[in-house]
């Protein structure tokens, strides 16, 4: 069993007695966050899916530099959270708001001024438009699929992309692309005392938003693939994930513990940087070794014509059932 936060620290003031003990853990939570950002370990991928609901069509009567929507068909869910963080647009395109309260059945408010003329009777679509994931420990996208069409999202497309592709987001139909958008860092602020329709509240940590394009407008779900943020040592019974190792974080902490000089009233024994420098060597060759372990897990320093598979659609020339019936000559499958 891997060791525990607290143990790792009362080693390392082993070392050094005068060492206080908030510098002891902080040494020590400054090694394990380094190791964990230094490459891709195969215990940071997890999976989520996001669940497209069906677009609700309807007519809305809005007031200029309004930011309150009264919907005039009637019928919206009206408890605050079932379509609270869902996009809307008026007149079928752009700009795209999204809704931060529902109040009643008959009104919403969302996150900006609504900038058009006033208009009584406006077309309204309320639609699943950006994506963030549902999980709390996301850290950064790795792939968005689409099982019924057989190919996964292009990711590596920004929204200032689609903003020249289509300004207007009157494109509608099977999406393609899920463009990087920003983070939700707002729109949490303005939640309130709201949970929106994926669990977020205000209090919730600040993801970054994608934009699906061209918008579904059917009931869909999208699995995807992510990253995880490794949680930091926050309790005595904190552990370190996967292949890394108790003892190499003490290792790399020595380093550190050997850099700092003291105080005037309480110097440090172990301050050498010659020492410091050893302890830095052997935690470096140590932290390779556990990244080759890591590798034999879970293969991620290598994949074979990257770029060609990950394209959005079958490859060119052959359909995805010749690659699912063939075993491939290139070692792919």
Known sequence: MADTFQEMWRRLKLYSPTLPVPLCQDFIRKRYREMVD??????????????????????????????VINFTTGGLP??????????????????IYTIIANPSA????IDQPYGESTNAAIACQIADIYFTSEKEDF?????????????????NVHAEELNSIDPQRMSAGTPSVLAGLNYNTEYLA??????????????????????????????YL?????????????????RSLGAIRGDVIVEGALADVCRWPGTSSVPNPMANPVLGNVFESRYQKLVDELVNKDRSIVERSMTYVNTYM???FPPIGLGARFYQSHVSTMGVW
């Open 38 to 67: 230094q490459t891709t370990w195969s215990f940071s991928f997890a999976e989520g899916q996001f669940i497209v609901r069906a677009t609700i069509q309807g007519t809305a009567s809005v007031t200029r530099f309004s930011n």
């Open 78 to 95: 009206g408890n605050n959270t079932a379509i609270v963080g869902r996009q809307v647009l008026f007149g079928g395109r752009a700009p």
């Open 139 to 155: 850290e950064r996208l790795v792939s968005f699929k689409d099982p019924r069409n057989n190919w996964q999202l292009r990711t």
């Open 222 to 238: 999208y699995p995807y693939l992510y990253k995880k943020r490794a949680p930091e040592f926050t309790t005595p019974d904190s």
């Open 106 to 109: 008959t009104s919403f408010t």
């Open 190 to 219: 303005q939640l309130g005392s709201y949970v929106d329709c994926i669990g977020k509240t205000a209090n919730s940590t600040p993801l970054p938003r994608f934009e699906l394009w061209p918008r579904q407008g059917a009931e």
């Open 310 to 312: 990950n394209l959005p």
